[in-house]
């Protein structure tokens, strides 16, 4: 796998992922589904960043929204068609929106083709009319959304439901007709359900309608007989003519149905590919909008094994920071094949560094704008993210040991051309034996095809001229007095102000000691004086 | 005036329940729907839907089939249109969901019965009504429910009709006494206190205000079984309790039962009183102080004096019994026959 899940995490590419909202039910499908980039397929890449660009520059991004918000699954009806099924009514209705939606989209796109669209074969997202199979949903050529088996559809069916009223109207006046004799007879009225209730006590009425022709016994309890309206020989033909009317319609509805069917199976082919079409434009049109969101960049996309970023952003520290009301500080950085080491002050932004440049590049090799100013860079075969806080709890791993148990996995990868970040390397164990693993590896992976950043605080490990050296800049060029000063005031949010003069760029350097920083920090942040003291006592005797 | 006439000037959205499962609701409804034929009434019609459980429409007891008439317009869930037997065409496919499928609305183009299974939740409810006032419609009506836990219909309508049947009880005092305690409960009187009401838009749990119109909030989410703990926020201060929730038997027992406390009970509205007649006629007495925010109006009672285990009662009896608490019309909708007499 070119990016693990693990790595996801790690990179909080999740975050960007999320972003990505499309707003049908195919797009989400396709979403699930999203094309990873891999070196030789640049071209590829660079036509489905210049959909991402038609759809950014699209004036009916908003419009498209909508409409795709109004697709409904049609997937499970289709194949039922071809199956051979008879598609219900409501199935046969959700078909019409489908194509009307579709129509709605096609005008849409259509209604502002900027110039990119000639950038990538457009007849790849270009949806298809299907001006037979809508004439056949549409026989009252309303061009409504509306549907049901329309009278219009045979004259057989206007026969038959004509018929229908025909009887329930004849029906109705027989009725009103007994009724009205009931009425003068026996001065009662039938309910609803054309019945009478009567009270046991009154007898005589009783026996008079039991000895009349007009209302039937129903039932009774111990207060009341029910009667029902007698059925006449004329209300008991009107009945069987109607059921067997109704019959005949049922029957020429399922023929239409059936003959509807069987054009939805004929459209087989183009309604697949207008779902698959619907997908992908929506698809697309969420990376736009998350580009848009982010305020993301199209990348340019080389063949050559290069990664040079300007003024990167890792976003979901970016949103953090900005809810605090504080400002993140792009980073500008360029890398090569081999590896690169990073060193400097505490709290200086290494591992997010680490985390921005895995990110811009996870969110390249998903074909999609990427969080920086600029981005010129190769594709990767794949990329690995090691932050040393991955403890396996599960496996019973600490920290060093799910370390490198990952490494080892990606060292493994002996070809192409991935993207290998390691943040601290064997920071959990003793100085040593850290060293020397750090030094190896830094000069293992120096020798690959892969480029490699590589955090660390050990001296002198990315020793050897053809190592790239950086440095966080740090805490150096400010005035120290002043933060001093300001923590004073604030001694709680030592954190917060150390953020806020820290400088987080990075800067070639030659020198193999890397800063001491630490105990100035500590310091900084308020732990007790003669803890920094004793600390300081025992550094001037080592030294 | 007819109640139909009644209906078609002061209520545009109205909903009908049913005291109880087979309390005629559904002939309530039928009824309603001939009326409004006679008078060339649009309707709109839904219903509120059921949760998962009982959505078994096919063993259900009671199967409510109601009769519609061409043009008239329904929201019902997707499944129920493989049941009905009227002509609908299909005018919209909704994005709320209930166990039937989606919310569908339909026109009626040739009258027969349907089964209706409209949505869950009161927001879907609201919705719903709101797509289907698009359509060409005098009046809209739900087949209503009061239920903890679902959508209570009548506060999101302009009212409603309730519908008790025999089934409340064989003895007719009962079935008066149950219907006349829910009459009462829907019509208790609203707070008129303006202080109280500013205060109360902006809470959603139960709550004791003081005299001073300082509330403390209880982390109690219904009134439910919370008896003490609200109890032992009250003390002589206490001018309001608002309850936001059920108000059950012995919630209210735990509430009154305090001597010297001087406050009275507050709650959304009347479809929120789960309690006995008796508990309640009982605390009354002992001088029990109960409003609402808002009162739900009652446009009809409709009786069905016969009740599914076998027994009946006498129709009039009900109607009497009922009409000596309330000034809503109150007929049997079997005879059909709605006295003009008020």
Redesign the interface.
């Known amino acids: 796998m070119i990016i693990s899940e693990n790595t996801i995490k790690s990179l909080d590419f999740q975050y960007i992922l999320n972003m990505i909202e499309p707003y049908s039910p195919y797009g989400i499908k396709k979403k699930k589904k999203m094309r990873i980039f891999k070196p030789g397929e640049e071209e590829d890449l660079l036509e489905e960043l210049n959909k991402v660009e038609f759809f950014l520059k699209h004036k009916k991004r908003d419009e498209m929204k909508s409409i795709l918000a109004h697709f409904?699954e049609v997937g499970e009806s289709i194949e039922k068609a071809k199956k051979g099924y008879v598609l219900?009514?409501?199935e046969l209705?959700?078909i019409k929106?489908f194509l009307i939606q579709v129509n709605k989209l096609i005008d849409a796109v259509n209604a502002d083709l900027n110039s990119e669209r000639i950038k990538f074969n457009f007849g790849e997202i270009e949806l298809k009319k299907m001006i037979e199979l809508e004439k056949s949903l549409d026989p009252k050529k309303d061009r409504l959304?509306?549907?049901?088996i329309y009278d219009e559809y045979s004259k057989k069916l206007i026969n038959l439901?004509n018929r229908?009223r025909k009887l329930?109207r004849e029906m109705k006046e027989e009725k009103e007709k007994i009724k009205e004799k009931i009425k003068q007879e026996y001065d009662l009225?039938l309910?609803?359900?054309d019945?009478v209730?009567i009270s046991k006590a009154e007898k005589d009425l009783i026996e008079k309608i039991e000895e009349g022709t007009y209302l039937n016994f129903s039932s009774e309890?111990?207060?009341?007989h029910i009667y029902g309206l007698k059925k006449t020989e004329k209300i008991h033909q009107i009945e069987s003519k109607y059921d067997e009317m109704k019959s005949l319609e049922d029957k020429e509805e399922k023929r239409i149905r059936k003959n509807l069917s069987k054009l939805v199976a004929g459209s087989y082919d183009s309604l697949k590919w207008n779902i698959e079409t619907v997908g992908k434009i929506d698809l697309v049109l969420a990376k736009s909008e998350e580009a848009k969101q982010t305020e993301s960049t199209k990348p340019l996309v080389v063949e050559e094994n290069t990664l040079k970023i300007k003024k990167g952003r890792h976003l979901k520290t970016e949103k953090f920071l900005k809810e605090k009301g504080n400002q993140y500080t792009p980073i500008t950085i360029e890398l090569s094949p081999g590896t690169t080491c990073i060193t400097g002050a505490n709290m200086g932004g290494k591992t997010v560094t680490l985390k921005m440049v895995g990110q811009v590049m996870a969110a390249l090799v998903y074909g999609l704008y990427v969080p920086c100013e600029k981005l010129k860079a190769g594709l990767r075969n794949f990329i690995y993210i090691s932050t040393g806080d991955e403890q396996s709890v599960e496996r019973g791993l600490s920290t060093f040991g799910a370390e490198i148990s990952s490494l080892k996995k990606v060292l493994e990868i002996k070809e192409g051309k991935g993207l290998i970040l390691i943040d601290e390397l064997a920071g959990g164990t003793n100085p040593k034996e850290g060293y020397a693993i750090t030094k190896t590896i830094i000069e293992y992976l120096n020798e690959k095809d892969s480029i490699s950043i590589i955090t660390t605080h050990f001296d002198k490990a990315a020793e050897g001229e053809d190592i790239l050296k950086l440095q966080v800049s740090g805490l150096s060029q400010i005035d120290e007095n002043q933060l001093k000063d300001e923590l004073k005031i604030n001694p709680k949010k030592g954190q917060e102000i150390i953020a806020k003069y820290m400088d987080y760029t990075l800067k070639k350097v030659e020198e193999n000691e890397v800063p001491k920083d630490a105990i100035r920090i500590a310091q900084l942040m308020g732990l007790q004086e003669d803890i920094i003291n004793k600390a300081k006592e025992i550094i001037s005797k080592t030294d | 005036m007819r109640l139909i006439q009644d209906i078609k000037e002061n209520y545009k959205t109205l909903s009908i329940i049913g005291l109880a499962k087979n309390s005629g609701k559904t002939?309530t409804l039928?009824?309603l729907i001939?009326e409004a034929k006679k008078i060339n009434l649009k309707l709109g019609i839904t219903s509120t839907g059921r949760d998962g459980e009982k959505t078994d429409l096919v063993t259900e007891t009671e199967k409510p089939s109601i009769y519609v008439e061409e043009g008239m317009i329904i929201a019902t869930g997707?499944k129920t249109?493989?049941l009905t037997d009227a002509?609908?065409?299909?005018?919209?496919?909704t994005d709320i969901t209930t166990p039937m499928g989606r919310i569908?609305i339909c026109?009626v183009?040739?009258?027969g019965e349907v089964q209706i299974a409209g949505p869950i939740s009161s927001k879907d409810m609201e919705k719903t009504i709101k797509l289907m006032w698009k359509y060409d419609i005098d009046n809209l009506f739900i087949d209503g429910a009061v239920d903890r836990k679902t959508v209570s219909s009548p506060i999101i309508t302009d009212g409603c009709i309730i519908a008790a049947g025999a089934v409340l009880s064989r003895d007719v005092k009962k079935v008066v006494e149950k219907t006349s305690h829910i009459i009462e409960c829907y019509s208790l009187p609203e707070i008129e206190d303006e202080k109280l009401i500013k205060i109360l838009k902006n809470v959603d749990t139960t709550a004791v205000i003081n005299k001073n119109y300082e509330f403390e909030k209880l982390q109690v989410k219904t009134g439910l079984g919370n008896g003490s703990k609200i109890k032992n926020a009250v003390n002589k201060d206490s001018k309001y309790i608002f309850i936001d929730g059920a108000l059950t038997s012995s919630l209210l027992k735990n509430l009154v039962d305090k001597d010297g406390l001087n406050y009275t009970l507050v709650l959304r509205d009347g479809t929120k009183i789960f309690t006995e007649p008796y508990t309640w006629n009982n605390l009354k007495r002992q001088g029990m102080k109960i409003k609402v925010l808002k009162k739900i109006k009652i446009a009809a009672v409709t009786v069905n004096p016969?009740s599914p285990y076998?027994?009946?009662l006498?129709?009039e009896d009900m109607i009497k019994g009922i009409k000596r608490n309330t000034k809503v019309k109150v007929f049997d909708?079997?005879?059909?026959?709605e006295e003009n007499d008020n």
């Open positions: 409904k219900l009514t409501v209705f959700e929106n959304n509306t549907f049901y439901r229908k329930k009225n309910n609803l359900k019945e209730v309890n111990y207060l009341n | 002939e039928n009824y001939h997707r249109l493989y002509g609908l065409e299909l005018l919209e496919d569908m026109r183009v040739q009258e016969v076998g027994y009946v006498r129709s909708v079997q005879t059909g026959v």
